[in-house]
């Protein structure tokens, strides 16, 4: 006896006003949950969920294998594979499902006729809407914490237009510069659904593929890793610190970026996983930090490499003290020169902001002497005791208060 071909379910209608067909992360996974759970019993094969939602199947594949692995779907057959609800389908399902808007075909750029150089097409300015009509960035643009990010010029265009157009031509990206010059900044503006892992000297393979764990009912099972997640729902891969990283760990991500696009999991018996369409993998690198090893391995992976340095003029459009930013400027040219090894970057110079409007401008200033290296400190204040006209001394906890009779 044949099990009956289960009937397409209803397309829900399309979002009006042509919304994006950019997903954020786990958000394809629930809509794939909603389909099985309003058809308990039905099996549906990924290709049928993606007409439905007018996404790729090979995403919508990935978004079933992720359900499984939580035990939020089952597979009902191999041959074809399908899927179905189980109990705790409904649990992660989405409330309302949003089709994907029908996809329209890029418009050819016509190529020129003669031999005059072409040249990239200049931003349009900042404000406005933050994406222009061919899709360019024109003003701030909202990272995922809320903040606005402005950004800058790489190649003649925005910085956050440039990394999209990047990720769209699978040119792996590194950027390298001080701590608080914004690398993190314009990855999470250009990327806001990016899956985030922070390098550091302990990172193991299990930190990006994943391990096992044990459940509540004594049962231990595999939880997949950032690496994972991110391949599976086609998200870029924002690894911070990456030079941090032991070489051998970083390795696991090397066969994700090539040409096989495919990692193997020894760990969870040899499980073989692909990269859906929209992964991307774009890194983090602070020289001046210890320990940081940028290798061969590495460099090579990473076709783009682009350097990050503070922009002290947004820092005095976004109202920090002029004196603070000249002092900042002061030291960054001592620190071309190799006179000093530190100089504040846009974070220590927006923190000075802050403190000053709670603690006052010398606490502020005294605060900027404080965070520099010890074998900075001499010279770091004595260009702000220059630029504030006074000297302060870092900030320090003074006699006990007592109260008055």
């Keep these: 006896m044949t099990t009956p071909t289960p009937p397409p379910p209803t397309p829900p209608p399309a979002p009006a006003g042509g919304a994006s067909s950019r997903l954020r992360n786990g958000e394809l996974r629930a809509m794939v949950a909603k389909i099985l759970a309003d058809n308990t019993g039905v099996k549906f094969t990924p290709s049928l969920i993606a007409h439905t939602l007018n996404r790729s199947s090979g995403a919508v594949g990935n978004a079933c294998k992720v359900l499984v692995d939580q035990g939020a779907a089952e597979v009902a057959s191999t041959a074809p594979l ?13 409330p309302t499902i949003t089709p994907a808007p029908p996809r329209t075909p890029r418009p050819k750029t016509p190529k020129p006729t003669t031999g005059a150089p072409t040249t990239a097409p200049a931003p349009s300015g900042v404000g406005g809407s933050a994406v222009g009509s061919a899709g360019m960035v024109t003003g701030p643009v909202k990272r995922p914490n809320g903040m606005d990010y402005h950004p800058r010029l790489l ?32 990855v999470e503006a250009a990327f806001p659904d990016c899956i985030t892992v922070h390098g550091d000297g302990d990172t193991v393979v299990a930190d990006f593929v994943g391990d096992y764990t044990k459940t509540t009912n004594g049962e231990f099972v595999f939880v997949h890793g950032p690496l994972v997640r991110a391949m599976r729902d086609g998200v870029p891969l924002f690894i911070d610190d990456a030079t941090l990283i032991p070489p051998t760990v970083l390795a696991v991500v090397y066969p994700a970026m090539d040409g096989r696009r ?12 692909d990269a859906a369409e929209g992964f991307y993998v774009v890194a983090g690198h602070n020289p001046g930090v210890h320990g940081a090893v940028l290798t061969d ?10 350097q990050v340095s503070s922009d002290y003029d ?27 090894g530190w100089a504040p970057q846009l974070r220590e110079l927006l923190a000075f902001k802050k403190i000053a409007a709670v603690l006052g401008t010398d606490a502020a200033a005294g605060n900027l002497v404080g965070i520099a290296p010890e074998e900075d400190r001499a010279t770091v204040a004595a260009v702000v005791r220059d630029a504030f006209g006074r000297t302060v001394t870092p900030l320090a906890l003074g006699a006990r208060i007592t109260p008055k009779p």
């Design 82 to 94: 399908a899927y179905r609800a189980t109990a705790t389908t409904a649990s992660v399902a989405a």
């Design 155 to 186: 190649s003649g265009m925005p910085d956050v237009t440039a990394l999209r157009r990047l990720r769209d031509a699978g040119v792996a990206a590194l950027l390298y510069g001080p701590p608080g010059t914004g690398k993190t900044s314009v």
């Design 262 to 273: 495919q990692i193997v999991i020894k760990a969870n018996g040899g499980e073989v996983v």
């Design 297 to 306: 391995a590495l460099a090579s992976r990473f076709s783009v490499q682009v």
């Design 314 to 340: 947004l820092a005095d459009q976004l109202g920090v003290d002029k004196k603070a930013v000249r002092v900042a400027r002061n030291l960054a040219t001592r620190q071309e020169r190799g006179e000093v």
